[in-house]
């Protein structure tokens, strides 16, 4: 997996909306905060657009447009890092249309989570690493020595990769594993199952989160990675956090999920600190990983 070149002081950083429509002031709040770090941020042509479509979608722009804006930041060569300014949907409209041997002759760090999760795909295929992680609403709303808005800067200049340490779970299955560590917004990534733009991979660490997906869904999907001979093959199972389904029971989801994984003996992490939730943590993806599980925490460790 190629890494992009680390920022250097005053390095062009695009802000984009390739998925969703974002609020104006959480872009400008992450102008302040990229310009806090030292870069030099430029807002896309269509970023605070609002667009719909078939009466019941709201996109940031027309798909036109938001790939518009994705292939102007990666054609420009001053450009060396990107931000999507959210998730909501969309991004899925670009894939089949990117230029990926020009990504792959120019890699650029890419930036976000949620329906981000198919640009990942897409940087993934191009063999270069990004990181999954929280967009403009963190960056507006914490200080730029935030945990994760601090991880990132260390990550984007070569500073170092993080290790997290997070407190057991009851559900946690034990064991070691090292492996490209890959996942996101399993909804999202599932539609891109037996595509080219798949990375759930047998061998991989998979790490996983959603959003208003109930416990019937969650389980669908799982059922399809187990027919699929993907979920027993796996190295590894990260299980982030599920917000937003009836009743918001976490308990109900987390069962079911560690009913699904029953039958393997690879290690599995629940309740760790990535999706919807305030405490989001970066995942460079494409890395390789270590978790550790064991009665006392949880350890991951990213290496390039």
Not at 114 to 128: E, F, K, Q, V
Not at 130 to 141: F, G
Not at 182 to 190: I, K, Q
Request: glycine share 6%; with cysteine.
């Amino acid at each position: 997996m190629i890494i992009p070149p680390y920022l250097q002081p005053n390095d062009k950083f695009a802000i984009i909306s390739p998925s969703g429509t974002m609020l104006s002031e959480r872009v400008d709040g992450a102008v302040r905060a990229i310009e806090k770090w030292g870069f030099v941020p430029v807002v896309s042509e269509y970023c605070k657009e609002e667009y719909h479509a078939y009466n019941v979608i709201t996109h940031s722009a027309s798909p036109e447009n938001r790939l518009a804006d994705l292939q102007w930041a990666l054609n420009d060569p001053q450009v060396r890092a990107i931000l999507c300014s959210r998730g909501g949907y969309g991004a899925v409209h670009l894939l089949e249309h990117l230029d990926l041997d020009h990504l792959s002759s120019d890699p650029k760090w890419l930036i976000g989570f949620s329906d981000i999760s198919a640009l990942h795909a897409a940087w993934h295929r191009a063999g270069i690493v990004s990181i999954h992680s929280p967009m403009a609403k963190h960056l507006t709303l914490y200080d730029s020595n935030n945990e994760t808005n601090s991880i990132n800067y260390n990550i984007l200049t070569g500073k170092n990769l993080p290790t997290y340490n997070e407190p057991p779970h009851p559900q946690n299955r034990k064991g070691i594993a090292t492996a490209t560590i890959t996942g996101g917004n399993l909804a999202v990534l599932m539609g891109l199952l037996a595509t080219p733009f798949n990375i759930i991979k047998p061998g991989n660490i998979l790490f996983i989160e959603d959003v208003a997906e109930q416990v019937y869904q969650v389980q669908r999907l799982l059922y399809h990675l187990r027919l699929a001979g993907i979920l027993p093959r796996l190295a590894g199972l990260i299980i982030g956090q599920f917000t937003k389904h009836r009743g918001d029971d976490t308990s109900a989801m987390y069962d079911m999920i560690h009913d699904m994984v029953a039958p393997y003996d690879y290690p599995v992490a629940f309740n760790f600190p990535i999706g919807h939730v305030e405490r989001n943590v970066p995942i460079v993806e494409g890395t390789t990983a270590t978790l550790e599980v064991n009665d006392t925490n949880v350890k991951l460790a990213l290496n390039y």
